[in-house]
């Protein structure tokens, strides 16, 4: 089972950029459709972006579309958010996700996720 690792969260004032990284460890990422996730206080956890395991595909939630992107770099292990034009309401623990091995269309539910990081927590202050 891959283990992931997030880094890269902080504090940010709206309107601001923040870069997530996930470093994988373990297997090989190749193969692997990776997501991002975040969970807010009292909130169900909520998928916000998704890719496939070539980078050719990627699928993001509305709330997100057009301020957030996803990346990634096989030969380094790791998975990028880059997220700008932050919003107050981004605010949340964010969440690195593997889906496989497997190959197919990307997913985007909770359940569909094997292999989780531990969080890296963002706060967008007003």
């Known amino acids: 089972q891959v283990q992931l690792v997030e880094s890269g969260g902080g504090l940010v004032q709206a309107g601001g950029s923040l870069r997530l990284s996930c470093a994988a460890s373990g297997p090989t990422l190749t193969n692997y459709h990776m997501g991002w996730f975040r969970q807010a206080p009292e909130k169900d956890r909520e998928f916000v972006a998704a890719i496939s395991w070539t980078g050719g595909s990627t699928y993001y939630a509305d709330s997100v579309k057009g301020r957030f992107t996803i990346s990634r770099d096989n030969a380094l292990n790791t998975v990028y958010l880059q997220m700008n034009n932050l919003k107050p309401e981004d605010t949340a623990v964010y969440y690195c996700?593997?889906?496989?091995?497997?190959?197919?269309?990307?997913?985007?539910?909770?359940?569909?996720?094997?292999?989780w990081g531990q969080g890296t927590q963002v706060t967008v202050s007003s």
């Open positions: 996700a593997a889906d496989g091995p497997r190959w197919g269309p990307i997913r985007a539910e909770v359940r569909d996720f094997g292999s």
